[in-house]
T-cell receptor, first 111, second 117 residues
Framework: DAGVTQSPTHLIKTRGQQVTLRCSPK?????VSWYQQALGQGPQFIFQ???????QRGNFPDRFSGHQFPNYSSELNVNALLLGDSALYLC??????????FGPGTRLTVT | DQQVKQNSPSLSVQEGRISILNCDYT??????FLWYKKYPAEGPTFLIS?????DKNEDGRFTVFLNKSAKHLSLHIVPSQPGDSAVYFC????????????????FGKGTKLSVKP
């Protein structure tokens, strides 16, 4: 049984560009949450998707947007990238939000 | 304002001894608490959790204690092994009304545990 998978593993972008990160949840899970982990910090909640709708959102600007597909997979989009967006982006899946399982993350570097 | 605090950035313990990792929270709406372990270049791995209706949960070498009045929880690892060396994150969430599910996780900054042979 595959766990949570994320792609790509690493990504380098330039300031002002746009990026899309992808996540496939663990089998049987219907909820996907995205987190940003800066160096030396704990993961910070970006938003959560359930039934293809954004159900909760953390304190992140509108440049961060997402989508959930009918097969429960999800995308995170970041527009107008800033240097401060450089971080590890983690996807977590769960069944109805309980006990979240994390993927390995996508390391985004903005230059 | 940090709602979940792990005040010890690092902890060093001898193999075979007890490791105690601490976590404090400020939001009284939190009703579910979790510990995650993270190795470099990997995502956090779920370790153990506890609901606010309990004060202790045990799973093998790992025990989590919850003191609601003090808004404090701790993770005990007995006996500690070199493979336990990792960063440990404490996380908390609150039950939401929609779909009867847990909300987003609020994480502490983590404690780096080193277990020396």
């Amino acid at each position: 049984d595959a766990g949570v998978t994320q792609s790509p593993t690493h990504l380098i972008k330039t300031r002002g560009q746009q990026v899309t990160l992808r996540c496939s949840p663990k089998s049987g899970h219907d909820t996907v949450s995205w987190y940003q982990q800066a160096l030396g910090q704990g993961p910070q909640f970006i938003f959560q998707y359930y039934e293809e709708e954004e159900r909760q959102r953390g304190n992140f600007p509108d440049r961060f947007s997402g989508h959930q597909f009918p097969n429960y997979s999800s995308e995170l989009n970041v527009n107008a990238l800033l240097l401060g967006d450089s971080a590890l982006y983690l996807c977590a899946s769960s069944y109805r939000g309980a006990q979240q399982y994390f993927g390995p993350g996508t390391r985004l570097t903005v230059t | 304002d940090q709602q979940v605090k792990q005040n010890s950035p690092s902890l060093s313990v001898q193999e075979g001894r007890i490791s105690i990792l601490n976590c404090d929270y400020t939001n009284s709406m939190f009703d579910y608490f979790l510990w995650y372990k993270k190795y470099p270049a990997e995502g956090p791995t779920f370790l153990i959790s506890i609901s606010s209706i309990k004060d202790k949960n045990e799973d093998g070498r790992f025990t989590v204690f919850l003191n609601k009045s003090a808004k404090h929880l701790s993770l005990h690892i007995v006996p500690s092994q070199p493979g336990d060396s990792a960063v440990y994150f404490c996380a908390a969430s609150a039950y939401l009304s929609y779909g009867g599910s847990q909300g987003n996780l609020i994480f502490g900054k983590g404690t780096k545990l080193s277990v020396k042979p």
